[in-house]
């Protein structure tokens, strides 16, 4: 059975820093990319951040440059989200995503956690 487990979110004010952990299990980790995603009531998903399976490449939104990163251990099958120098319109519900770098259908999701930026 497959299972994305995210921890980390919470209340933080403006200006703050939160590290989400993603713990991924019943995959082999090292064939998925992983991708954080965020999503707000009544609005689309946002791809915030990813990571290739090896770690060798990332990718980030343009509004979180610079002040998001994203990274993974491979060796503990967890996929980091560092955010720092946080804002209000960071406030979302936090998803990860894992995608087989092959199979197309292997595609899984985590069942998101709350981050809220607010004074």
């Known amino acids: 059975q497959v299972q994305l487990v995210e921890s980390g979110g919470g209340l933080v004010q403006p200006g703050g820093s939160l590290r989400l952990s993603c713990a991924a299990s019943?995959?082999?980790?090292?064939?998925?990319?992983m991708t954080w995603y965020r999503q707000a009531p009544g609005k689309e998903r946002e791809l915030v951040a990813a990571i290739t399976s090896a770690g060798g490449s990332t990718n980030y939104a343009d509004s979180v440059k610079g002040r998001f990163t994203i990274s993974r251990d491979n060796a503990k099958n967890t996929v980091y989200l560092q955010m720092n120098s946080l804002k209000p319109e960071d406030t979302d519900v936090y998803y990860c995503?894992?995608?087989?770098?092959?199979?197309?259908?292997?595609?899984?999701w985590g069942q998101g956690t709350q981050v809220t930026v607010s004074s």
């Open positions: 995503n894992a995608h087989h770098d092959y199979v197309p259908r292997l595609n899984y």
């Open positions: 019943g995959i082999t980790f090292s064939v998925y990319a």
